[in-house]
């Protein structure tokens, strides 16, 4: 499979908590992405990592990388209600063409 | 905020009319992609395009058919609309294969 795969399917916590969300994948990687979508609308790029990173940040968020164990996971720090949203994780690597993702994290911040 | 427009935003067509919904880009971006979603469902990828006149089918293509005559433009195209074709519809686009993609405001599809 060409997509990742988002553990847990869903996560609820109280505003200004953190929230962990992972990520696996099957094939070797050029980059692993996350991406968020809010209710109704596209998905949007949060960050990028590379194979040869290991960790990345950008604002509130925290992607790490272990590509010895196919896995990636997302932290959101000091969470907003304006965080809720569905998050998604894509690996790529070679020269598939496919755009995949699988069912992703849905993240509800409660205030 | 990427150049990817998506017409028409809103759509109710009858059952068995044909339906043509347009992804247009400004980022001369090779590849282009369309997708439904729907409840439980997840993003499930219809078709796609490596270039111009160059397609292939993607997880859910039955009903539906793409043309790509030029690099900004890729069509979605139900021939005979039916109402399990009812769905939120996204375009995305993205460089290469490799670097992150760029989705357009979807089109909410109701066939009746």
């Known amino acids: 499979s060409q997509q990742g795969e988002e553990d847990p399917q869903a996560l609820s916590i109280q505003e200004g908590e953190n929230a962990t969300m992972n990520c696996s994948y099957k094939?070797?990687?050029?980059?692993l992405q996350w991406y968020r979508q809010n209710s109704g609308r596209g998905l949007v790029h949060l960050i990028l990592i590379r194979s040869n990173e290991r960790e990345k940040h950008s604002g509130r968020l925290r992607v790490t990388l272990d590509t010895s164990k196919k896995s990636s996971s997302l932290l959101i720090t000091a969470s907003r209600a304006a965080d809720t949203a569905s998050y998604f994780c894509?690996?790529?690597?070679?020269?598939?063409?496919?755009?995949?993702f699988g069912k992703g994290t849905l993240l509800t911040v409660n205030p | 905020d990427a150049g990817i427009t998506q017409s028409p935003r809103h759509k109710v067509t009858e059952t068995g009319t044909p339906v043509t919904l347009r992804c247009h880009q400004t980022e001369n971006h090779r590849y282009m992609y369309w997708y439904r979603q729907d409840p439980g469902h997840g993003l499930r990828l219809i078709h796609y395009s490596y270039g111009v006149k160059d397609t292939d089918k993607g997880e859910v293509s039955d009903g539906y058919s793409v043309s790509r005559s030029k690099t900004e433009d890729f069509l979605l195209t139900l021939e005979s609309a039916t109402s399990s074709q009812t769905s939120v519809y996204f375009c995305?686009?993205?460089?290469?294969?490799?670097?992150?993609?760029?989705f357009g405001q979807g089109t909410r599809l109701t066939v009746v």
């Open positions: 894509k690996n790529s690597g070679g020269s598939n063409y496919k755009l995949t």
């Open positions: 094939t070797s990687i050029n980059n």
């Open positions: 995305a686009i993205r460089a290469t294969a490799n670097t992150e993609a760029f």
